[in-house]
């Protein structure tokens, strides 16, 4: 089946340092999702995208969907302590589908 | 307006028992989601529910699983006989309509941890 390889897997960085994540597919995903996961909870929608090339901003969070539709990257500017968690990327499996696939996850660390 | 709920928080239990987890989905939500977290891997759909009627079971593990939704409300995930590999975190997801992508909201989870 459809799988989405995401890495790092964990990250160690100091605060105020900016993050990088990204993942790939062997297949093309028409929409690509970043959420978010504080410890004890569940998964928070981050930011969507739509379109091939799309670049979106939330605050400190930047994705993009790759022109190849088959890619995403999550950049994080300036880390926070909040910003801490388990950041997943996902996606429908096909056009129209409503169950989503996600990665395995990057753990983010922040060293104060 | 509330999220979605789940309980319990925890479940405990030893191989062989029998363990129901619930979920409460955000009021008017006709779609209701389970996934499943195993350690370290990624979150896996298991089924999804529109209204009271199971839309796609094709990730439900096997036959020792099964969820239902009377009424249309919230749902209900029974694991019996529960086996070690059943460990993990359960998520259940609700989110409105069928439009061509609606947002899932999640829950926080329920810890299943078979001994």
């Known amino acids: 089946g459809q799988q989405l390889n995401q890495s790092p897997q964990s990250m160690f960085i100091q605060e105020g340092e900016d993050v990088s994540m990204n993942c790939t597919s062997s297949s093309i995903f028409n929409t690509w999702l970043w959420y978010k996961q504080d410890p004890g909870e569940g998964p928070v929608l981050l930011i969507a995208l739509y379109k091939a090339g799309e670049l979106t901003s939330n605050g400190r969070l930047t994705a993009q969907f790759g022109i190849t539709r088959k890619d995403s990257f999550l950049n994080i500017s300036a880390s926070i302590p909040s910003d801490v968690g388990i950041y997943f990327c996902?996606?429908?499996?096909?056009?129209?589908?409503?169950?989503?696939?996600f990665g395995q996850g990057t753990r983010l660390t922040i060293n104060p | 307006e509330a999220g979605v709920t789940q309980f319990p928080s925890h479940s405990v239990i030893e191989k062989g028992q029998t363990v129901t987890l619930r979920c409460d989905p955000i009021?008017?939500?006709?779609?209701l989601y389970w996934y499943r977290r195993v350690m370290g891997k990624e979150i896996k759909f298991l089924l999804h529910f529109v209204k009271e009627s199971k839309q796609d079971e094709s990730g439900m593990p096997n036959n020792r699983f099964l969820a239902e939704r009377t009424g249309g409300t919230y749902s209900t995930l029974k694991v019996q006989p529960a086996e070690l590999e059943d460990s993990g975190v359960y998520f259940c997801a609700s989110s409105p309509g069928l439009a061509l992508y609606n947002e899932q909201f999640f829950g926080p989870g329920t810890r299943l941890t078979v001994l």
């Open positions: 996902a996606g429908p499996r096909f056009q129209g589908a409503q169950k989503l696939v």
């Open positions: 009021s008017g939500h006709d779609n």
